[in-house]
């Protein structure tokens, strides 16, 4: 659970460094051009949040949830659990994650054998 943990602040750690120096990367003639790499560090860092708060619940299968997050905020989840109290569980989490507008299902329910 340490190592776990430790990944997850280190991956949180890395993108927020990155948020700085794109930020400064960005061209200062246009506003567009600063938004589009803030934007996909928003969602960068909106998808690192969802993921660490399913580590945090302590599910086993947290790790076999995949997150993606889109340009509008949308989370879209995925992977396979054992049990639609386990996917809905994912969905209720991901929801309640700042910045995230809403939350598509893809999770496949798949009882242990």
């Given at each position: 659970?340490?190592?776990?943990l430790?990944t997850?602040?280190l991956?949180l750690?890395?993108?927020l460094?990155?948020?700085?120096?794109?930020?400064?990367?960005?061209d200062?003639?246009?506003?567009?051009?600063q938004?589009?790499?803030?934007?996909?560090?928003?969602?960068?860092?909106?998808?690192?949040?969802?993921?660490?708060?399913?580590?945090?619940?302590?599910?086993?299968?947290a790790?076999?949830?995949?997150?993606?997050?889109?340009?509008?905020?949308?989370?879209?989840?995925?992977?396979t659990?054992a049990?639609?109290?386990?996917?809905?569980?994912?969905?209720?989490?991901?929801?309640?994650?700042?910045?995230?507008?809403?939350?598509?299902?893809?999770?496949?329910?798949?009882?242990?054998?």
């Amino acid at each position: 659970m340490k190592i776990t943990l430790a990944t997850s602040c280190l991956v949180l750690g890395a993108l927020l460094g990155s948020m700085g120096s794109m930020a400064y990367a960005a061209d200062d003639s246009s506003a567009m051009s600063q938004s589009k790499p803030m934007r996909a560090v928003k969602d960068s860092v909106i998808t690192t949040k969802v993921k660490a708060k399913l580590m945090a619940e302590k599910m086993s299968y947290a790790k076999d949830i995949k997150v993606e997050t889109d340009l509008n905020g949308i989370v879209s989840l995925g992977g396979t659990v054992a049990t639609q109290e386990d996917s809905d569980k994912a969905t209720d989490i991901a929801q309640d994650t700042d910045g995230v507008n809403s939350v598509r299902n893809h999770i496949k329910v798949q009882p242990a054998q």
